[in-house]
């Protein structure tokens, strides 16, 4: 696989052996169809520019290499990604997206509408202070100190709160087919 060093078609083969998972990945971790192709886009962009730093040797060397660049992309996406989307959105600036099929297909690909529907039952099912404290902290973005505001409780009881919600959750999703855990793709 170190072949794709020097040789554009061979990088080329590998990104036809990669990008479906590495699709996949993140369509499974944004929930998000448009948001999965623009990482795994940038993943590979990167990948490209810094391929004379990859040392291994075997196929699975390689993937391992990608999906490593893919979880920093994903990192900085969750990090730096509201903020730049709110700026967007003040200047009125459109970012153009992938058509509705193709969409829909990365969707029924990583199985989104089963997803989608798992985090629903969840929800449900945790405690209204859980959910309150997820909502709060995840879906509003607000710091912990806001969200042990808004819920009369101290930061570390909404830190714990956010915690358990997530583990649910994330243990309602483990058990789905096709699932990939955090350190392995």
């Known amino acids: 696989m170190g072949g794709f060093l020097e040789d554009p078609a061979a990088f080329s083969r590998f990104y036809r ?49 990608i999906f490593a660049i893919g979880r920093r992309q994903l990192a900085r996406y969750f990090e730096a990604g509201a903020a730049e989307r709110r700026m967007l959105e003040r200047v009125g600036v459109e970012v153009p997206s992938a058509a509705s099929t193709e969409l829909e297909r990365i969707d029924e690909l990583a199985g989104l509408d089963v997803l989608r529907g798992v985090v629903r039952e969840q ?17 509003d973005e607000h710091p912990y100190s806001l969200v042990a505001a808004a819920l009369g409780i101290s930061e ?15 243990g309602a999703l483990d058990g789905l087919p096709g699932a990939t855990g955090g350190t392995s793709r």
């Open 17 to 65: 052996a990669e990008s479906r998972g590495l699709l996949v990945f993140f369509a499974r971790r944004t929930l998000d169809a448009q948001v999965a192709l623009d990482l795994t886009a940038e993943t590979f962009a990167q990948a490209f520019a810094g391929r004379r730093s990859f040392r291994g040797r075997t196929d699975a060397e390689a993937g391992g290499w």
């Open 156 to 170: 570390h009881a909404a830190r714990m709160r956010v915690s358990r919600a997530l583990r649910s959750l994330a």
């Open 123 to 139: 929800l449900d099912v945790l405690d209204g202070g859980q959910r309150d404290a997820l909502r709060l902290r995840v879906v």
